[in-house]
């Protein structure tokens, strides 16, 4: 039987989405159960929830393809490690696309214009980044069914931490700039894996379950996944907490 987006809608409020927020959105599909309409309904129902005043925010990077193999921010799609959702996204009518090839954000409403406008090319989990005006902003952040560790702000609780050692990478990106291909560099933290050697593999599920043990975060089921509803600033400060504590020096 499918998920109604009636029911999807009841399920966002029940878990504390309300109307005007700014909402970062990782979701699994599959997890969420038979969609009557699938992502497009989704995201539809999301939007209609947040209302004229609110704004979704995702993380899409960008996907080479054999016709566009450099970063172009109108055409390029959303990395395919992501899933379906993000692509929707990305190609929704007036979403706008921030001008990072990797840590490319896109974002959907009345937030969209500052959110994405200005991402720097350097350290682009950081500083100015669509991340940190998310916790600027006072943003939240929903966990559709979607693994604990790969919660995207994470990365740039990772750059604000004051921690020993951090990989720093250097990397060239071909991109589209004024109508022309250009090879551009970019350092950054390493966003591959977790930015300290000494960090296990799980950190981030095990920040993120910390949080939610914690009792600060919302907890509830939107479809058949079991969801939660992360506040940005205090996610961000108990995550950069936690990594100076047991990793800082």
């Known amino acids: 039987m499918y998920i109604s987006s009636e029911q999807l809608k009841q399920d966002l409020i029940n878990v504390g989405v309300c109307a005007g927020d700014t909402l970062m959105v990782h979701a699994s599909l599959r997890a969420l159960g038979p969609i009557d309409g699938r992502a497009e309904a989704l995201v539809r129902t999301v939007l209609s929830v947040l209302g004229n005043q609110g704004t979704l925010v995702a993380y899409v990077d960008f996907e080479p393809t054999p016709d566009i193999p450099y970063f172009d921010p109108q055409r390029s799609p959303a990395s395919q490690e992501f899933g379906v959702l993000v692509e929707v996204v990305r190609t929704w009518p007036g979403a706008v696309r921030s001008l990072n090839p990797g840590a490319s954000m896109v974002a959907i409403g009345a937030q969209a214009e ?30 559709l069914g979607s693994d604990l560790n790969n919660v995207t702000i994470l990365h740039y609780a990772e750059h604000c931490a004051r921690l020993p050692n951090k990989r720093v990478i250097q990397r060239t990106d071909r991109m589209l700039v004024d109508e022309t291909v250009v090879d551009v560099g970019i350092e950054e933290f390493d966003t591959s894996a977790l930015v300290i050697d000494a960090m296990p593999t799980d950190y981030f599920a095990q920040i993120t379950q910390e949080f939610v043990d914690a009792r600060y975060a919302h907890t509830g089921r939107v479809g058949n996944a079991p969801s939660i509803l992360l506040p940005a600033p205090e996610f961000v400060s108990f995550a950069i907490a936690k990594m100076e504590r047991e990793f800082g020096g």
């Open 114 to 143: 500052w959110l994405c406008h200005g991402h720097p090319l350097n350290y682009g989990y950081g500083p100015g980044s669509p991340l940190s005006k998310l916790v600027e902003i006072g943003g939240k952040i929903l966990l």
